[in-house]
């Protein structure tokens, strides 16, 4: 994931948020008049765990397995709601590396 975060962070997308006393990173995913919308590093890996080797569009965009507290899920990008930003930034020549 080291690629994507680096493209990600070019772009201005990841910052850090002091939480319980520990910097924690955060990928921001847009920006709207009401608000901002983030997901913490360590949960979009959760989510994504599958391709973390090789986080290309093609990779993020499929279906994935991942485990929330005692519970398996398999959904795809779009199910989870992160498809979206996928495509943006592959418009944007984020996946370029």
């Known amino acids: 994931m080291n690629q994507l975060y680096s493209s990600l962070n070019k772009a201005g ?14 990928i921001l995913l847009e920006t ?7 997901v913490d590093v360590k ?4 989510l994504f ?12 965009s499929g279906s994935h397995t ?5 519970t398996q899920y398999t959904m795809t990008a779009k199910e989870m709601g992160y498809q979206k930003y996928f495509d943006q930034w592959k418009e944007r020549g984020l996946f370029n590396f």
Do not use: C, H, W
């Not at 997308?13 to 955060?26: A, G, P, T, Y």
């Not at 709207?32 to 983030?38: A, D, L, Y």
């Not at 949960?43 to 959760?46: C, G």
């Open 43 to 46: 949960t979009f890996e959760d």
């Open 49 to 60: 765990e599958d391709v973390k080797g090789s986080p290309t569009y093609e990779a993020l």
């Open 32 to 38: 709207n008049e009401n608000g901002t919308t983030e």
């Open 66 to 70: 991942f485990r929330m507290e005692e």
């Open 13 to 26: 997308l990841m910052f850090k948020r002091r939480i319980d006393q520990e910097d924690e990173v955060f």
